[in-house]
């Protein structure tokens, strides 16, 4: 069922790449080997792409965040042993992505604080963005 459910969500180009493997572990394996490259090439690119983030006014804020987090795990996933920026850094790139319409946001989130948590932030933003 697995392997039916990782053939089915593959482009037709990535499937001819894992077409000799016959169970899901051989095609996961097969999909790390091609796309979860490790090198330092990669790691800068990536790493420069996530420091590098700011949110695209013509994607709602859930939007950014979601591309904002799939950033956080592809970093995540290129470094040995599965090393992830500390949560304070986190936030502090995403306050940094943000739009100057959440000005008054990031000066809520910044101030008055003795810690500051990714969570907390991603909170305090959506429930501005509700109203």
């Known amino acids: 069922m697995a392997l039916g ?8 180009n990535v499937l001819r790449e894992v077409n000799e ?9 097969k999909l790390e080997s091609l796309y979860m490259t490790k090198s330092l090439t990669n790691k800068i ?5 996530h420091f590098g983030f700011k949110m695209n006014p013509s994607k709602g ?11 956080t795990i592809e970093l995540a ?5 599965k090393k992830k920026l500390s949560d304070e850094n986190e ?8 739009l100057e319409s959440f000005k008054d ?6 101030y008055g604080r003795t810690s500051l ?12 963005n509700l109203n």
């Open 5 to 12: 459910i990782i053939i089915l969500n593959l482009s037709d």
């Open 21 to 29: 493997e016959t169970t899901a572990y051989g095609v996961w394996n």
């Open 45 to 49: 690119y990536l790493k420069e792409r």
């Open 61 to 71: 804020l859930g939007q950014n965040l979601d591309e904002f987090k799939k950033m």
């Open 77 to 81: 996933n290129a470094g040995e042993k």
């Open 91 to 98: 936030t502090i790139i995403l306050l940094n992505s943000l």
């Open 105 to 110: 946001v990031k000066a809520a989130i910044k």
């Open 117 to 128: 948590s990714l969570e907390e932030c991603i909170f305090a933003l959506k429930s501005t």
